[in-house]
């Protein structure tokens, strides 16, 4: 099988390791995989590194129909079986695939897709699958008129091979931190990821429980300058660690006694992912995909979104009793091997059988 994975976008966020992760997985299963995206992004830079054919495909603004020429001058050159497009504006290509070849979305948000309604309903009529990663992305698909039968949920994946459970003090040593009580918070600096949230509940905490508290902020982006202003008003900054971006989370991980994901939107969470797959229990907001991948009480807990004061009482009762999360980590590592990038390969590679078998049978109406 032959399938070009277009994503339009330079950086390297949630999205981008997921396409990198299902090629990579495609690959092992023998199937081929092109990447139509900008040269100069990192998914690209990643995807030549590993041997994969890279089309120079990228947007210089929203339904760039120079890109949608370059993805169709691919087609005629590659023959591809499936075109995936991974990005809302990857979506706008989808007029410019050939009919002949099955076009699948994957739709990581849990906020209903905007623009015009009728533009919305003919972007996604002309698809042949749409994948939601968790049952709030179905939602925000449903609400904006799209069929429920074309959606298929195929939750994201981590390496779970990769992502394991280890030893904390060898994770702390390396990262030169003390024995005192650590939480870690990893994703860009973004302000639907929460983070003013966590600095709010930290600054609400007793002065005494602050005093050995380690706080590990792993990411970039454009909330940083104003996240450290706030951190130093509100007298925190001591028990804050800025790791800037982190090529390997796993150690950021094993040093935390906790990961917290205080995100205001989330389509599913690869953050609490990849921490309930080292065995690490997590306190997040109770939104989109992370109510369905967190149970609470199981695997950690589900907080308001916003709410500092609900935050703050978690990291409290935790801090002064870290006995609870061994059991919490070892449910948390259970948990996270259901998400693992060879389940979502396999449940995505499902559906591309499907969608092609349905052509072959001049059946593409049918569900």
């Known amino acids: ?219 970039s982006g454009p909330e940083e300058a104003m996240l450290r202003e706030r951190a130093h008003s509100l007298g925190i900054e001591k028990a804050l660690r800025w790791l800037g971006e982190v090529a390997d989370v796993r150690p950021v991980l094993l040093a935390a006694d906790l990961v917290a994901q205080p995100s205001l939107a989330e389509g599913l969470g690869v953050a609490a992912l990849e921490a309930m797959a080292c065995g690490r229990p997590v306190v997040a907001s109770a939104v989109g995909g992370l109510s369905e991948s967190i149970r609470q009480g199981r695997e950690g807990w589900l907080v308001p979104a916003g709410d500092a004061g609900a935050l703050a009482a978690v990291l409290l009762s935790c801090s002064r009793d870290r006995t609870q999360l061994r059991g919490l980590g070892a449910q948390a590592r259970l948990r996270g091997l259901e998400f693992s990038t060879v389940r979502m390969a396999a449940a995505t590679l499902s559906v591309y059988q499907r969608s092609l078998a349905r052509r072959a049978l001049g059946a593409d109406a049918i569900r």
Not at 54 to 78: I, K, Q, S, T, Y
Not at 139 to 160: C, F, H, K, N, Y
């Open 1 to 219: 099988m032959r399938i070009v994975h277009v994503d339009p976008e330079t950086g390297w966020r949630g999205g981008q390791s997921q396409v990198f992760a299902l090629m990579q997985e495609l690959r092992r299963a023998g199937h081929s995989s092109i990447l139509a995206a900008p040269r100069d992004g990192e998914l690209a830079s990643r995807a030549l590194e590993s041997g994969f054919v890279v089309a120079n495909v990228g947007c210089r603004f929203g339904h760039d129909p120079r890109a949608g020429f370059a993805l169709r001058r691919l087609c005629a050159e590659r023959h591809p079986d499936i075109v995936h497009l991974h990005t809302a504006r990857a979506l706008t290509f989808v007029g410019f695939a050939p009919r002949s070849v099955v076009r699948v979305l994957t739709r990581r948000m849990d906020t209903p897709p905007r623009g015009a309604g009728w533009y919305v309903r003919w972007l996604y009529r002309s698809l042949d699958e749409v994948l939601a990663i968790s049952e709030a992305a179905r939602r925000g698909l449903v609400a904006r008129g799209i069929d429920p039968r074309q959606i298929e949920i195929v939750p994201s994946g981590v390496d779970t091979a990769a992502l394991q459970p280890g030893d904390a003090t060898a994770a702390r040593a390396t990262l030169g931190l003390g024995p005192g009580f650590c939480v870690a918070i990893v994703g860009g600096l973004h302000a639907r990821k929460g983070h003013a949230v966590l600095l709010e509940a930290v600054a609400q905490l007793p002065e005494e429980d602050r005093r050995g508290l380690q706080v590990l902020v792993a990411g």
